[in-house]
Structures are given as structure tokens and as C-alpha cells.
């Protein structure tokens, strides 16, 4: 979609920074922004539930107050609003994670969190393990350094850290981190179970690398048992989180609202400490204002807000999946998340889901992300991502209707 | 001031980042933060100019409409708000440049655009061209990429592009950038001259490399003429802002408030489609309420804020100047800026200015950053920045004499 023009600069770009692309998708996900196309793309939250009313109370009240105000709209410190970080340690601790709030650093949602992550670890060559699928903006902050993917396996695996080593040496560089999103996995949906936790932090300590537990659904469940947070079992053998390999990425973005801009990582006091450094020099701070405003809606409003969003979101999850079991041909498949933004399809191998985008954006009038995307190795080419948290009811029915009209048109040409 | 652990992670951290270290500066100022201290330390706005009531209104203006609040509240594109981006593209054709939307990218202040553009461009060993003094967030963010610093000198000097290109072959690496402010400099509130830009500018284009004109302090201008910016100065030679080497980098901070933390880059179409790229993979965007409320503070109150910005800023300035002129002894010189923020003071040679901050502090009950700080190569220990944007005006005679006194007795001791 980027427009190739011929490049004046290209000599003297960084080497890491060339043939850097553009995220097709992203590029894709703008043009799919059309009146009277139901998007299924995007891991958007619904607007509907922003809290609104609540979000401009907050602002009022902190620019009303001079002292407040004038704290929030000037400067403020790398690590973050020291109100919001304390809440957030609160937070973590009924996740079974004790921390202090040197713990904690604010970043400008998530992605900042990845970015600053594979910066501080990934050099040209270096391995990240990350699952197949895996989700996509995880991939574009980690390539930046140009390392080599290789993919992680904790389930119904034979694979050990030899294995690993081997592969990693074989590309002329080291391992340097594992990368999960452990609940309600963007894009596949899926929860790692408690086994495939304690199998991860098991490699992890063979081949003494951090572990990026990505967690920011995990506020979300619509059904079935918790399963403890790779941070909380790390801790139960290594002691503290100043000992732990696991470095937690949280986020409001998916039970607030994504337009301020804030999520937060929670790892060992040295981790913390770089990319502390890595922010100051990155954005100097995340904006003081929001992250004030973010306090007051986590402090007065988590719960309510929570419980309002799983009741919105369990409803369009289940309308989703009894549409899939209604209209969806034989030879495709899905996933049943418990919780979170995502079910991910799997059409027959014969079908390839971005070569049909176009027809469903433009006959079908309904739009998702190929799941190619998502393979760090360009595979998947006959899966995608299905979104059911923007879409009204009504149009998830009737899209997802459309949809399988349209794969079963595929089916029958192809055979 | 950074606590030294034992690190675990060190062999597993990505080669650019072993020994990179909080900026010792940052670390500084948090303890220079006490009650009772007259700070002429950072280059910190006056909050009592912040437009508090306008920035309430327009959250609520926002927040109220339930279209505009869920579009604010919501994910929004990389390059940033199209009105916000619109205005940015009549206030620099009041500069000179005539550019379109897609040469704005907005950056979450202008720290972020030299981070991004230090990325694009700079591999380790590749020559950086910086003023000495520069800012020293400019060489926090380029020294992410391990760059070698070159010093650069373009009023009263006969450096050609071969000594230039030289250096950079013998430090292993291509020369990359320029970077300068070229008007009221961050830390010398120097302005660079009309005939200063020309040779800068001819310089570059020996060399082809891009330059870097940072300018947030160009709506602060306290007399004296506007020299043109480099921008517009490239463009009538070459024709169009699409063909210019100046990327320019301005800010909202300095004017209305740093707190929203919005800033822009503007350049070629070429540049700024490689530096959204980099903004996607490292935050996605710039919180798009911050940015709505800033294209109302900034189509609705920009000149008027300017104006009162400057009126205050300026009495300010002539406060400190009148300040130093009666009470500095013989043997210290100052910059007299037309503009911006700071004062650059230099002292006798045999007295280090970071030696003597804590005595500043502590008997002085003043502070300042010490001028090392500003220098790639770290000379320039007998200089120090005096920013008079934040004390208020009694306090800056004051401040200004309690610091003479402190190095009239420096110079007695070492006499």
C-alpha cells in the first residue's frame, strides 16, 4: 500500500532501518475504515463503553484544582505518575505479584513496552522465541533489531533448550527472550494452560533468558478457572520479583479506553531501571495529565468498568461463535477463546485468507486481518483473525453470515 | 546518582545498550527538586503561563460530544490528527515552508522525533555533526545507536567537507546528520546567523547528508530580527519541500504546555513515511485527545499565547542579564539571547562548574545544569546553563546574586 518512490536517502539510512516496511496490515486496516463495512480487523475496543462521562469529570477535576493542574501539564518523571504506579502495585499483588512501585514503569500503552524491550535486548542476529501466530505488533517492535524468530513451543512438545541453543547458533546469534501473550492470546485466542506455564519458565531458566509475559486481556475472562500469571509462578521459585526472568506488560487499553495512551511494565528493579533509561531518552515522560486522569479511573472505576465490559464482550463472543457453528462450511475451524478480543478461523489449506480480503471487503462488506500476519515466517496463509469487540450484535450475526457465503463460494471453486 | 546492582541480564542485553547509563544530568535535577531551591537548572515553562482554563474547556468540549469523544478516546493513526496537522502546515508556511499534511508526522514532543530520526539514520560507529554546546537530549538519543560526534562549526571557521568526511573514515563509519537549534540553542541561546544557515546548509549538501533543525523555542523571539529558517532557506534553492534535506522538528512544549507532550516533524514525504513507520512499531500513536485539545489551544489561542508567553519570558531574560551585569566578577562571560530560554555563562577556567553545584544547592540555595553535560566529548566543565523560564522574577536577582557571591569566593580560593 506504501507508496515505492524512489529514495534519496537510502545510503544513508541506519542498516537495521533498511527494507523496513511498512505493517501492510496497518496500511490494510486503514482502508478498510469504509461506511458499511463490519470490521471484524482491528483489536478495537467498543467505544460504547468508554467511560466517558467519567473520563471528563477527571480532566475537569485535576485542571480545575491550579496545584493539580499545573503538575499535570508540565514535565514530569521518566517512571510515571508515583499514584498510578502504586495503584498499579496494588493491582499486580491481587495477581499474587509483590512489587514496590520501583517496579513499575509507565509507557505509552504496551506497544511502547515491546519496543523498549526488544531494544534493550535484541541485536542484529539475536533469537526471539515467539509463538506461530503471534501478535503482529510485537513482531514489528522486535524487527526493528532484525533478530532471527524461532518458534516457542510449551505444549505437546518434545523441543528443548538444546534445540533452541542449536537454532540460535546456527543464525549466528544468541537467545535473547521468549514472547507470549499468555491470555486470550491476540490473535489465536487461546490461554496457555498452567502446564505450558511451568514448561515456559522451565526453558526459560535452562536457556537463562527473560520471558515477555504480554497480558493486556487479561482483565477480560467470560469464562472458566484463572490461571496464575507467569510473573506469580516465577516468583513461587525464584522468591521476588527482583529475581524473576518474567517482565509483565499490562495495559488499560482494553477495559478503559486506548487514547490515552498508557499501560505499564512490571519486572525486577534492574530491568526497570534500563528502560527507564531507554523512555528518557525515547519521550522524556508518558503525558502527566493522562496518566492523572488514568489513576482516578483505576482507583474509582476498575471493577465497574471491568464487569461492564466482560458482560458487553461475553455476549458478542458467544453471538460470534453460534454464528461460526450456523453458517460455517465443513473444513473450517476455530477457536473458542475464554476470554479477550479474538477467535481465530482456519479455512481449508486450498484457500489463501489475504487473496480474499478484497472480495469480502467489497462483496461481502466485511473486513479481518489474513493471519499470515501473524507468523514471523509469513505461514498461515489460510487462517485469520476475527474481532468481535467493535462490531454491533446484530452485524456480527450477519457478518459472519457473509463471510461463510463467501468461503463456501471459495470452497466450491476450488475443488 | 543510579544505584549500581549486580546485573544478571547484562550478557543477555543487546550489545548497543551494555554501559549505556541514566543521563546523570535527569538524575540530578530530581534531587534539585527541594523546596527553598531557585532552579535555573532545567529548561522547564513557566506553569503559571499555562492556558489552564482554555486546556479545561477543550477536554470538555471534546468529551461531551459523544462523536468526538469516541473517536478521541479511541486507537487513531500514526501520522496523527489530520486537523492538528493541517494547522502545523499554516504555521510553517508562516515560516516560509509550503508542505502538505503528509509532511507532518506528530511525535510525542520533539525528544521523540530525535529518537526516531537518530534511529533511522545513525549505525554505531557513523559520525554525528553536533554544535558544542548541544542538547543534551539530542546526544541522549542519538547515543542509543552508538554514533561518533563530530564537532560541528559553521560561523568563522574554514572546516570543508573533506575535513569532515575525513574524520568520519578514520572513526570507521559514513557521516549521517547535522544537528543544530539554530534559534535561542538549547544550552547557548545563541542564534545562528543568516550567513551561519548558507554555509550549514552548502556544508550538507557537499556532504549529502540531512540536517536536523530543531526549533522549539521559535515562537519565543524577544527582539532582534527572525532569521529564516534552514527549511525555508533549503527549499529556495531546491525548489520544494519534497527535495529539501532539513528536517524540522518543532514543539507545542515551550509555548503552551509540555504536559500534552505534542510535538511534530516536518520534512520530506520521503522522510516522514520512514519515521511513521518507526512511530507504528514504537507507541502506535500519540494519544488523540491530547492531540484534538491542541488543535483547538493551537488554532484558537496561538498568538495571544505567544504573545503573553513572550511579554513574561522576556522581562525575565533582561532580569537575569541586569542580574549578572551587576553582580558577576570580572573573569565570567554570558551569551545574551534574543530569545527562548537560557543564558550560557562561562566561568574562569580553573573553576568546574559540576564540582560546585552541590555547594550551589546547599549554600547557595540555587542550581543549574553544569555544562559538561552539553558536550559529546564532556569539556566544557567551566560552563553552566541558566535557564530563567521558571523562577520567578524576584527570585532570579536573588538567585543570580547568591551564585556570584558562590563564585566570587571559587575565584578566591583558587587565586
Known amino acids: 500500500m506504501q507508496k515505492t518512490e524512489k529514495s534519496h536517502w537510502e545510503p544513508r539510512y541506519a542498516s537495521r532501518e533498511k527494507r523496513m516496511q511498512a505493517s501492510e496490515i496497518r496500511d490494510l486496516l486503514k482502508l478498510l475504515d469504509k461506511p458499511g463495512v463490519v470490521s471484524f480487523a482491528g483489536g478495537i475496543p467498543d467505544p460504547e463503553l468508554f467511560p466517558r462521562d467519567a473520563i471528563e469529570t477527571y480532566y475537569q477535576r485535576i485542571l480545575s484544582d491550579p496545584a493539580n493542574a499545573k503538575r499535570a501539564l508540565q514535565y514530569s518523571v521518566s517512571e510515571g505518575d508515583s499514584n498510578l504506579r502504586q495503584w498499579i502495585v496494588s493491582h499486580m499483588a491481587t495477581k499474587g ?47 526493528a533489531n532484525k533478530p532471527v524468530y524461532d518458534e516457542l ?39 496457555l494452560s498452567r502446564e505450558g506455564r511451568v514448561n515456559l519458565l522451565g526453558l526459560a531458566q535452562d536457556l ?7 497480558s493486556p486481556y487479561a482483565a477480560l475472562p467470560y469464562d472458566g478457572q484463572d490461571v496464575i500469571t507467569l510473573q506469580a509462578l516465577n516468583i513461587e521459585s525464584c522468591g521476588s520479583i527482583d529475581a524473576s526472568r518474567v517482565i509483565h506488560c499490562g ?49 474509582e472505576l476498575f471493577d465497574t468498568q471491568v464487569a461492564k465490559a466482560i458482560a458487553s464482550y461475553r455476549i458478542k463472543r458467544d453471538v460470534m461463535l453460534a454464528a461460526l457453528a450456523e453458517h460455517m462450511p465443513e473444513g473450517v475451524t476455530w477457536s473458542r ?21 478484497p472480495k469480502a471487503v467489497e462483496q461481502a462488506g ?15 496463509k489460510n487462517t485469520m483473525r476475527l474481532s468481535f469487540s467493535l462490531p454491533r450484535v446484530e452485524d456480527i450475526t450477519s457478518g459472519i453470515e457473509q463471510l461463510a457465503h463467501l468461503v463456501k463460494g471459495e470452497i466450491k471453486d476450488k475443488s
Not at 512501585?101 to 515491546?114: K, P, Y
Request: glycine residues 8%.
Open 251 to 299: 495495559s488499560f487499553s482494553k477495559v478503559f479506553t486506548p487514547g490515552l495512551r498508557i499501560g505499564w511494565v512490571c519486572a525486577s528493579h534492574e530491568i526497570i531501571s534500563r528502560i527507564t533509561i531507554i523512555k528518557q531518552g525515547s519521550d522524556l515522560n508518558s503525558p502527566a495529565i493522562n496518566q492523572a486522569v488514568m489513576h482516578l479511573l483505576a482507583s
Open 337 to 357: 477463546p475464554d476470554g479477550g478480543l479474538f477467535i481465530w478461523a482456519t479455512l481449508p489449506e486450498s484457500i489463501n485468507a489475504q487473496a480474499l480480503l
Open 97 to 143: 505479584v509483590i512489587s514496590d512501585a520501583d517496579n513499575i514503569l509507565i509507557t505509552s500503552g504496551s506497544q511502547q513496552a515491546l519496543e523498549f524491550i526488544g531494544r534493550l535486548f535484541i541485536s542484529p542476529n539475536d533469537t526471539a522465541l515467539v509463538t506461530a501466530p503471534t501478535y503482529l505488533g510485537a513482531l514489528q517492535a522486535f524487527s
Open 208 to 214: 537463562d533468558i527473560p520471558v515477555i509475559e504480554d
Open 366 to 380: 466485511i473486513a479481518y486481518v489474513p493471519g499470515h500476519a501473524f507468523h514471523a515466517d509469513g505461514s498461515g
Open 153 to 191: 513451543k510449551v505444549e505437546n512438545t518434545n523441543r528443548t533448550a538444546a534445540f533452541y541453543q542449536q537454532a540460535a547458533q546456527d543464525a549466528d546469534g544468541d537467545l535473547k527472550l521468549a514472547y507470549v501473550v499468555p491470555n486470550f492470546a491476540n490473535p489465536s485466542g487461546e490461554t
